[in-house]
C-alpha cells in the first residue's frame, strides 16, 4: 500500500525543495507561469542528463559487483583462516570468535546478492515512479497556493493563525536544513567520486553515490558508508584501503569545515545528544531509512510540541 504514495511524498518533498526559488524568480518579476516551467526544466533535465550519462555507469557496476561478491568473500575467508592458524597458541573460544565471523560472512554474501536481484526485479516499479513524480511535481509548484487553501479547509478557523505560525517554524528550520543537506549530499559524492577515480579504487561512481546518500545521516553516516568502500578496495591491496581511509577522511574534513557550515548554517538548533537518540532509535525501529529521517522528524517535533498547548481545544 504505501508504494501507491510513495511518488506522491517524493514529489511533495521535491516540491518542497524547489517552490523557494521560484518564489525568489517571482519577486524578480518574472511571470510565475514562466519561473515555474525554467525551474521544472533545468532540474529534470539535469535529472535527465545525470540518469543519462550516470545510470549505465551504476548498473554495469552493481552487476560487476554482484558477480565479484562471492570473490571478494573467499578473500576475507582466507584472510581469517591465515589469522587462525597464525594464532593457535590462543584460547580456543578467540578460534570460536573466528568462525562466527566466517560463517556471518557467508551469509552476508548471500544476502548482499539477493538484495541486489531484489532491486533489479523491482525495476519497473522504480521506472513508474521516476515516469508519475515529475507530473506530480509540476502540478504540486504550479498549484502550491491552491493546496495550501485546500488543507487550511480541515483547520478551525481559530486555529490558522496559530498553526501558520508553526508551520513557517518549521519551514524556517527544516527547509534549509533539508535544501543544505541534498547540496552537501552532491558534493560530497561529487568530491568522493573524484578521489576514489584519482586513487583508483574499483566501483568508483557507485560506492561515492553510497558514501554521499549516508553522508546525510550526521555522526554514523561517514563511518556507514566508508565501510563497503574500505573492503572493496581491500581486497585489491591494503594500501588501497588505506587510501581510502585518508580520501574520505579529508572529504569529511571539507565538509565539517567548509561545506556544512557555509550551506546549512545551524538551520535545526537540536542538542547533540537528543540527535544521537534519535539516530539509534530510527536505526533500531526503521532501519537506514529511520536514521535518515529521525533528525527532521525530531526537528518537527519540536516545534509542534512548542505550540501543541495553543492547539488544544479551549485555548486560543
Not at 211 to 221: D, E, K, Q, R, S
Not at 244 to 272: C, E, T, Y
Amino acid at each position: 500500500m504505501w508504494k501507491l504514495f510513495l511518488p506522491f511524498i517524493i514529489a511533495g518533498f521535491i516540491a518542497y525543495l524547489l517552490y523557494p526559488i521560484i518564489e525568489f524568480l517571482d519577486r524578480q518579476q518574472i511571470h510565475k507561469g514562466l519561473a515555474v516551467m525554467i525551474i521544472y526544466i533545468l532540474f529534470f533535465g539535469g535529472i535527465a542528463f545525470l540518469f543519462y550519462r550516470v545510470y549505465p555507469i551504476v548498473i554495469q557496476q552493481m552487476n560487476d559487483l554482484i558477480e565479484n561478491i562471492p570473490q571478494f568473500v573467499n578473500m576475507y575467508e582466507s584472510s581469517i583462516n591465515h589469522l587462525y592458524t597464525s594464532t593457535s597458541f590462543l584460547p580456543e573460544t578467540f578460534h570460536d570468535k573466528i568462525d562466527e565471523v566466517i560463517i556471518r560472512l557467508e551469509n552476508l554474501s548471500d544476502h548482499l546478492v539477493s538484495r541486489l536481484v531484489d532491486g533489479f526485479t523491482h525495476l519497473f516499479d522504480m521506472i513508474l515512479i521516476v515516469t508519475v513524480i515529475p507530473v506530480l511535481v509540476f502540478y504540486y509548484i504550479k498549484d502550491y497556493h491552491l493546496l495550501k487553501q485546500f488543507l487550511k479547509r480541515f483547520i478551525p478557523h481559530r486555529l490558522h493563525s496559530r498553526m501558520q505560525q508553526m508551520v513557517e517554524k518549521i519551514d524556517e528550520g527544516l527547509g534549509g536544513y533539508l535544501r543544505g543537506l541534498f547540496f552537501v549530499s552532491l558534493f560530497v559524492t561529487l568530491l568522493t567520486f573524484l578521489a576514489f577515480k584519482f586513487i583508483q579504487v574499483p566501483y568508483a561512481l557507485l560506492l561515492a553515490i553510497v558514501i554521499g546518500l549516508t553522508n546525510i545521516i550526521p555522526y554514523f553516516g561517514p563511518i556507514i558508508g566508508a565501510v563497503p568502500a574500505v573492503m572493496i578496495a581491500y581486497t585489491t591491496s591494503p594500501l588501497l584501503a588505506l587510501y581510502v581511509i585518508i580520501a574520505i577522511f579529508v572529504v569529511q574534513m571539507i565538509d565539517g569545515n567548509f561545506l556544512s557550515p557555509f550551506i546549512m548554517g545551524k538551520n535545526i538548533r537540536i542538542h547533540p545528544v537528543m540527535i544521537i537518540f534519535a539516530l539509534l532509535l530510527g536505526g533500531q525501529l526503521f532501519g537506514i531509512i529511520g536514521m535518515i529521517i529521525a533528525v527532521p522528524l525530531v526537528a518537527i517535533l519540536k516545534v509542534v510540541v512548542k505550540h501543541l498547548p495553543y492547539l488544544l481545544p479551549g485555548d486560543n
